[in-house]
């Protein structure tokens, strides 16, 4: 069954990628101006959005800094008066940084929220009321949110980024309920680990990795699927959803021994 309208065709389709200056969201911004959307690019760095609309004709960009409340809503409103509306709105804005309790470091702790939740609240509250109108035009709209394979359950290393991908998984259950009958789509996008600069870091071979483009091709399947959860790499994914389902200690005596990390 379907959990949302499919999305299979982008010719004319305003599409907002807000975390698109690299990575996955830049990713999807090329892969879907190649099929004909109006794509506007978001993030902090005005210098590779910029570099983006000069390698993508008809495409814009909209600095942004997702912690700034009142920047989201006039970007947001800025956006529908010039575009006429949104089609598309991900929210894909994130920050990592590896931490483990003994290196308790509260302002790490709260810049992962404050990007990573209140990043995300900030665009889903500026876009929200131009989304429900324009379900009620029968226009419809989409919201999709990045969350993370990390939000499933703990792993190591990932006391400040897990918890805020598990509030995202929340957050889009409950906007997709909310959502779904009123004829907007929602999607819960759950990478598992993809080459970026946000993975960059990781001192550690990471698993099934993913190119940028093949993540973004994930997600455009998913899409037009009508999914509401995209998870990928399934190979990768899979095992973390049934290791999820274990009880505690042997969840942590499995994962204790295939990382080594205590
Ligand atoms: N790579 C992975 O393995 C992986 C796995 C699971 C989930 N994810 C998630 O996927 C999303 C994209 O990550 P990525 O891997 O593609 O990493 P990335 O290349 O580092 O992309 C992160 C994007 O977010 C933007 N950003 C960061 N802070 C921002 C802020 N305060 N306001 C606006 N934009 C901001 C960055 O641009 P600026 O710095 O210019 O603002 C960049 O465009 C993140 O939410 C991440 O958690 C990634």
């Not at 598990?166 to 259950?173: D, T």
């Not at 940028?212 to 455009?220: R, S, V």
């Amino acid at each position: 069954m379907s959990l949302n309208p499919r999305l299979t065709d982008w010719q004319g389709r305003v599409v907002w990628l807000v975390g698109a200056s690299t990575g996955i969201g830049r990713a999807l911004g090329v892969a879907l101006h190649a099929r004909g959307a109006t794509v506007v690019v978001s993030a902090r760095s005005a210098a590779p959005l910029q570099a983006f609309v000069a390698q993508h004709p008809g495409s814009h960009a909209a600095p942004l800094d997702v912690t700034d409340r009142e920047a989201c809503a006039s970007t947001a409103e800025a956006l529908v008066a010039q575009l006429g509306g949104l089609d598309l709105v991900l929210s894909c804005a994130g920050t990592y940084q590896p931490m483990h309790a003994t290196q308790f470091d509260l302002d790490v702790m709260l810049r992962h929220q404050q990007i990573n939740v209140a990043g995300a609240l900030n665009l889903i509250g500026a876009v929200m009321p131009s989304l429900l109108a324009q379900a009620q035009t029968g226009r419809g709209g989409h919201l999709s949110l990045v969350a993370s394979v990390a939000g499933y359950r703990a792993l190591p290393n990932a006391l400040a980024y897990g918890h805020t991908k598990a509030a995202l998984i929340h957050l889009a259950q409950s906007l997709h309920l909310d959502l779904s009958p009123r004829q907007l789509g929602v999607s819960l996008i759950n990478p598992g680990f993809v080459d970026t600069p946000l993975t960059a870091q990781n001192g550690f071979t990471m698993p099934a990795l993913q190119t940028p483009e093949q993540a973004a091709a994930a997600i455009l399947h998913g899409w037009a699927q009508g999914d509401f959860e995209i998870h990928f790499p399934h190979r990768f994914s899979r095992v973390l959803k049934a290791l999820g389902l274990l009880p505690t200690g042997s969840y942590e005596w499995l994962v204790r021994r295939a990382t080594g990390l205590q």
